[in-house]
């Protein structure tokens, strides 16, 4: 199955410019499910945001982030505009799972809510350290954004 960023809402889409901003900044060649979840959070306005904020998420200690002003200055490079970075098998997983998800409910998008379901869903441990750090359980996070989009 292909991801099809047509069905992408503009946030989602903000989402992984911001993802790949970050990677180029940290200097990796790939979105990982990690920049996709800093994504959510610097994206500030989508549902998926406001779920993490919601539930008092931040970014753990040790992953290294960059002010959310300075990533949004360099969106509004014309070099920033183009989706050009090779993402990660798991990153790719959880974007194709988005887009299971919002069309088990029906929705004729894919946005942050969809994918922050899809990266808590992720039974592979990548992001353990995330719902470590944030206290929470990754269930707690899909029942959130479940009761929010229902």
Known sequence: MLVKFSTFSERLVRVLKFAQVHCRRKNLDYITMD????????ENWG?????????????PPGVRAFPADE?????????A???DMDI???AKRALIRATQISKSYKHNWVGTEHLLIALAEDDTHNLDFWWDEGNITRHEI????????Q
């Open 71 to 79: 990533l949004s200055e360099t969106l509004a490079d014309k070099d």
């Open 35 to 42: 920049t996709l979840m800093m994504g959510i959070m610097y």
């Open 81 to 83: 505009r183009m989706l």
């Open 47 to 59: 549902a998926g945001s406001f779920v993490l904020k919601k539930k008092d998420m931040t970014i």
């Open 142 to 149: 899909i029942e959130e954004v479940q009761n929010m989009i």
């Open 88 to 90: 990660t098998p798991y």
